[in-house]
DNA sequence: AACAATGATTGTTGCACAACAACTATTATT
DNA sequence: AATAATAGTTGTTGTGCAACAATCATTGTT
């Protein structure tokens, strides 16, 4: 066996550590209690009006994209509505549809569950600028695989304890 | 300005995309779904099985643990145990005080969880050596800093929609 | 035109979860 | 000994959330 190439055993031990590392990092950081107090929102409603703030999505859409029951999506929807952050409208080419679209107040909640959410930990801020180069390399290389979902955070889909995405 | 020192802006965009990256990373990656599936739990409770693993605590530091009220506690630890995953015990100094153990099947269910959560993603078992191990290195040190609260995941508060962190 | 499928909604049922107030038992303080 | 504080619990109130079945309106298929 080639020595300068680590075994697998070494390479899963290694998986392990970094995986560890980036999960305590980012839940140590958990921005949901900053959304609850700022926004009164879950992490799940906020990251759909992130989602709703590119483009409207009909009711399918959103139950798709938040993996849950068609008519779970109507209710979660109406609670926005109640909140005057969406609005139902009609869908241009198919009257069985509806395209929910934010509203301002939906606009700028999303604008500050976006900011919320960008903003890094102070420690990434005082991080050497190398390590920091490397970070953005590694993360870009690893979510630009075919096996992750694309950059944007995706809704959760429990309530939890566990409910709610909130 | 010194040329090879970058300005703080730079910084802060760098901060911005590596902390962007990492996020979409490992919220791309949630496990919360696995536990659902597999132990029927919330993240919150399989962490604080994680936690009682480790040793007993009482009502008061689990409130306190995931910040909620203690009539919460108390009623969370009800549901653990109604599954036969907990128990409550005397304590030994103060009878105010109950301790929480695991039983065998919330041993288990401990080590499931935790089996579940440090899994790490495929991608990471393909990355680059050198890649992996500075991820490692990096997290250590900004897992090791006087804000990161320790290495260990904490449970959230939550019920999400929001309830439950599951 | 008739029938099937789709989209959204309503109603039902069930469950989880939280804070607050009040209570009892126990320990700490005076 | 008397009083204050702590720990855990119970009851209450309120809210959020989900799946399922059934329904109606609309579009797609035959």
Known sequence: MNPDTPTSSQDAASAQAAWAGMQA????HDRRRDLRVELD?????????IKLAQAPM???EIAQAVDV????????????ER?????????PDDSRRKLVHLTEAGL??????????????????????????ALTRIFATLNAGPSSAGAEAVAEP????EQKPE
């Open 108 to 133: 700028r909640a999303a604008a500050t569950a976006e900011r919320i959410l960008a903003d890094p930990p102070p420690e990434l801020a005082v991080l050497d600028p190398r390590d920091l180069a």
């Open 69 to 80: 029951d068609p008519s779970a999506a109507t209710v979660g929807v109406d609670r926005l």
């Open 158 to 161: 429990e309530a939890e304890a």
């Open 58 to 60: 009909t009711l399918r």
């Open 25 to 28: 990092f980012v839940t140590g």
């Open 83 to 91: 909140r005057g952050l969406v609005r139902r409208g009609a869908h």
């Open 41 to 49: 929102l879950g992490a799940g409603k906020a990251e759909l009006l």
